[in-house]
């Protein structure tokens, strides 16, 4: 099983500010098949990365991801208020399908 | 538009079983794996399994094994989802999602609410 860490916990940070987010696999991710959701309060998580840097339709480009093998970034260069959000990276490359614990970003 | 839409909000006795529903419109239906995903409060997402509408094939998490069953009805283009022998610690927010190809999963219902309490 690939277990997925995220850093840091929580991220408090202001609008306007760059916010970024990593996630590191215990084993290599093969064909970089890592994903990036947004998650809010009772709502459904949102898909915003595939493949580690293709951003989903509709995606602002304030969004991007980077890394390959076992390092991933998530960066929102700036923050909008809509942003604020726990934030989880996915690797699809191995069953079982695992998921980071998250990151908090909140607003500072 | 494509959309998943679930059944709603469940809640169950300790030892009782829940089924949810995943109907889902706006696409070929046996094109896309559907996988169901669960979130227990204050938690974060956790794999619970796949199936493939096309041919009904599933695999599910190992912590899981025995008390899923996912299933799908391609005449309603809906998937189901039951777990058996239900346990406080199987509250949570189920969600059934659509990997998109290459793609993680690209579309997500709304989710249901399962509270498993005496």
């Known amino acids: 099983e690939i277990v997925l860490t995220q850093s840091p916990g929580t991220l408090s940070l202001s609008p306007g500010e760059r916010a970024t987010l990593s996630c590191t696999a215990s084993?290599?991710?093969?064909?970089?098949?890592l994903a990036w959701y947004q998650h809010k309060p009772g709502q459904a998580p949102r898909l915003l990365i595939s493949?580690?840097?293709s951003r989903a339709t509709g995606i602002p480009d304030r969004f991007s991801g980077s890394g390959s093998g076992t390092d991933f970034t998530l960066t929102i260069s700036r923050l909008e208020p809509g942003d604020f959000a726990v934030y989880y990276c996915q690797q699809y490359t191995d069953s079982p399908i695992t998921f980071g614990q998250g990151t908090r970003l909140e607003i500072k | 538009q494509v959309q998943l839409v679930q059944s709603g909000a469940e809640v169950k006795k300790p030892g009782a079983s829940v089924r949810v529903s995943c109907k889902a419109s706006g696409y070929s239906f046996t094109t896309y794996y559907m996988h169901w995903v669960r979130q227990a409060p204050g938690q974060g997402l956790e794999w619970m399994g796949i199936?493939?509408?096309?041919?009904?094939?599933?695999t599910y998490a190992q912590k899981l094994q025995g008390r899923v069953t996912m299933t799908r009805d391609t005449s309603t283009s809906t998937v189901n989802m039951e777990l058996s022998s239900l346990r406080s610690e199987d509250t949570a927010v189920y969600y059934c999602?659509?990997?998109?190809?290459?793609?993680?999963?690209?579309?997500w219902g709304q989710g249901t609410m399962v509270t498993v309490s005496s």
């Open positions: 084993h290599i991710v093969s064909s970089n098949y």
């Open positions: 199936i493939n509408p096309s041919g009904g094939s599933t």
């Open positions: 999602a659509r990997r998109g190809g290459v793609q993680g999963f690209d579309i």
């Open positions: 493949g580690a840097s």
